[in-house]
């Protein structure tokens, strides 16, 4: 019943406006003709607009539309969302998403931003009684200010200012000094939120033993991997140029050959999310060894169990680096068929892992789970090598098993 009566209201006031602009174009038409010289000396224009502002005076007037930042209940400072308040859609229907995202932009204020060219930020929206809500797909963050755009209309969010060291970048993984010639990928570790366009003008690989720099080395993908917060990006070697067989490394060669050493460089020219170039470039140097094509099997790790009642670091000695943001994923520790809480760790090189359990351990047997999809530097997974065929591949990522190595903390006998 209500949405019948909203109905015929909105019936109603249509046939109104239709009424009223019917018969002020008629009383404009009759004034036209009574015009006085009183009237005249008024000026026309000024009369007719005067008359028509009394004809319409009773006609409701809508809210005018307001940008809104939304913040979180718990008081934080960072908005959750941007809010358009009192859009009316002329057709009184949900709008769908591609009219909302042009109602309502969001952007990063970049000192070069251009509304009409960068693209505004990747995120959803929600039509209500209270307007239109954009959520960004990753959180605002407080380093960074933000614009909204709503027709002619503005408006900012700017984090406060608070005295902060210039970005730099803290590392690159792997942190070894020798790589092996199919190394698949580097991680590389920012201090603060970067900017995510055009990342390969500030990347450079430079052959020392050659004295050159190394021409496409890269997996250049259209969307970099980014993680949520911004601060790491995985950075592929071009995967034509380390399989074997495969027509890039037949006719260019290998990105990197074993015996030479190389350099990886990070631009100074960089800018962070606030838009400010880096503190300084950052370089690592490495040589490149044999490559490393044998499947993981952690079988052959060396595992050394704590003392019952305390609680030491339990000690996993790997026979060769592992990828390290995959190994502290998916590496941990079972007992009785349940995770074992507690904190894991590597050292530099990614050949030790250690757990450091949040209780005493006790006595018993307990499991060393390692998930199948665990990586070597090289890309070699648990019985996989990097060497297979893609549609392989992809069955053995849906599987996603695990391999569990047994192992016992017991008292040691006198």
Not at 247 to 273: F, R
């Amino acid at each position: 019943m209500q949405n019948g009566e909203e109905s015929l209201n909105g019936g109603l006031v249509r046939g109104r406006r239709c009424f009223f602009k019917a018969h002020l174009l008629s009383w404009i038409h009759c004034i036209r003709r009574m015009m006085t010289p009183f009237s005249r000396a008024l000026g026309r224009e000024a009369f007719l607009w005067g008359l028509a502002a009394i004809l319409l005076a009773d006609r409701p007037i809508l809210a005018q539309a307001k940008i809104q930042w939304v913040y979180p209940a718990s008081g934080a400072t960072v908005p959750l969302g941007v809010r358009l308040l009192n859009w009316h859609h002329e057709a009184k229907s949900h709008p769908n998403p591609e009219l909302m995202a042009r109602l309502l932009r969001v952007y990063v204020m970049e000192r070069s931003i251009d509304p009409s060219i960068d693209p505004p930020i990747i995120g959803s929206y929600l039509f209500d009684e209270k307007g239109i809500l954009f959520t960004p797909r990753f959180p605002f963050s407080e380093r960074i200010g933000y614009l909204a755009i709503h027709e002619s209309m503005t408006s900012t969010w700017i984090p406060d200012e608070k005295e902060s060291n210039p970005t730099q970048v803290n590392q690159i993984d792997p942190q070894a000094e020798v790589l092996p010639e199919n190394l698949l990928k580097f991680y590389i570790h920012f201090s603060a939120p970067m900017s995510g366009s055009a990342i390969y003008k500030h990347l450079r690989l430079f052959n020392l033993s050659d004295r050159c720099e190394v021409q496409w080395p890269f997996l250049e993908l259209g969307e970099a991997l980014w993680n949520p917060e911004m601060t790491r990006l995985t950075l592929f070697m071009d995967p034509g140029r380390i399989k074997t067989g495969v027509k890039p490394l037949i006719e260019v060669g290998p990105s990197l050959e074993a015996g030479k050493a190389y350099i990886l460089e990070v631009s100074q020219k960089w800018k962070d999310a606030t838009g400010n170039p880096l503190s300084e470039p950052f370089r690592k140097t490495f040589t490149v060894g044999p490559s490393e094509r044998n499947p993981i099997n952690p079988k052959s790790w060396n595992i050394l169990p704590p003392k019952p009642g305390t609680t030491q670091s339990l000690q996993v000695s790997m026979n060769k680096p592992m990828d390290a943001a995959l190994a502290m994923r998916m590496i941990g520790v079972i007992h009785d068929g349940q995770p074992l809480e507690g904190t894991p760790w590597l050292n530099d090189e990614a050949t030790i892992w250690r757990f450091e359990p949040a209780a005493p351990w006790k006595e018993g047997t307990y499991g060393l789970r390692v998930e199948s999809l665990i990586e070597d530097l090289a890309g070699n997974n648990i019985g996989k090598t990097f060497e297979v065929d893609i549609q392989e591949t992809i069955q053995r990522r849906i599987v996603n098993a695990s391999v569990i190595i047994p192992f016992s903390i017991q008292p040691k006998t006198p």
